[in-house]
């Protein structure tokens, strides 16, 4: 198999299951999206849901994260770690709505592996962040409390930020800037954790 036209085929996949959710897209919309017959796509995949698996084992490579975390592992101030995880998280999705969506569309079509993506997508920030609270605690820069829940809660926070943004931009009136939501928001949850 080309690996440029498993490129190809996997990122139409991501932007047309993205776009429409998995049930609603055929396989001749995947083929035609790449400029290939359905038996050329079947040379490369053996049905729709291997092509749909592919696609979100790809999901991680989107992300690149592991600078940022290997960069604010150390860092011992809570704003700085809270306002760049959101940063990276805002970013990421402003560039790559059709992920999201992807998550969206898998979770409430209870895909058999809505968990995995889910998990996969948002479980490294959150599993990130409880980390380093871990660490603050232990090293008594913030007060007691259940950690994993406060970064359940901030990554979900921003994700919900990020959505609205991106995806619901001006439903609800006003839109925010990430800078102004940022600024808002992680001063709540740090004020709320630091000692």
């Not at 849901?49 to 991680?60: C, F, H, Q, R």
């Not at 290997?70 to 700085?80: A, C, I, M």
């Not at 959101?86 to 809505?114: C, K, M, P, V």
């Amino acid at each position: 198999m080309s690996p440029d036209r498993k490129h190809q085929i996997i990122a139409e996949s991501l932007r047309l299951f993205g776009r429409h959710g998995y049930d609603k897209v055929t396989v001749k919309q995947l083929a035609d999206a790449c400029g290939i017959t359905e038996p050329a796509l079947y040379r490369h995949f053996a049905s729709k849901e291997a092509i749909y698996s592919a696609v979100l084992d790809s999901l991680k490579s989107f992300q690149n994260y592991a600078e940022l975390f290997t960069r604010l592992e150390r860092e011992t101030d809570l704003r700085v770690i809270l306002k760049e995880l959101a940063g990276h998280i805002w970013t990421f999705f402003t560039a790559h709505r059709e992920i999201y969506r992807l998550l969206l569309y898998s979770t409430l079509g209870e895909h058999d592996r809505a968990r995995e993506v889910f998990r996969d997508i948002r479980g490294p920030y959150v599993q990130f962040l409880t980390a380093q609270l871990d660490r603050l605690y232990a090293a008594g820069r913030i007060k007691q409390r259940n950690n994993e829940i406060t970064a359940r809660c901030f990554v979900g926070m921003v994700f919900d930020c990020a959505l609205s943004a991106t995806m619901w931009r001006g439903f609800l009136g006003k839109t925010y800037k990430p800078e102004e939501v940022m600024a808002n928001n992680v001063p709540i949850f740090a004020d709320g954790l630091l000692v």
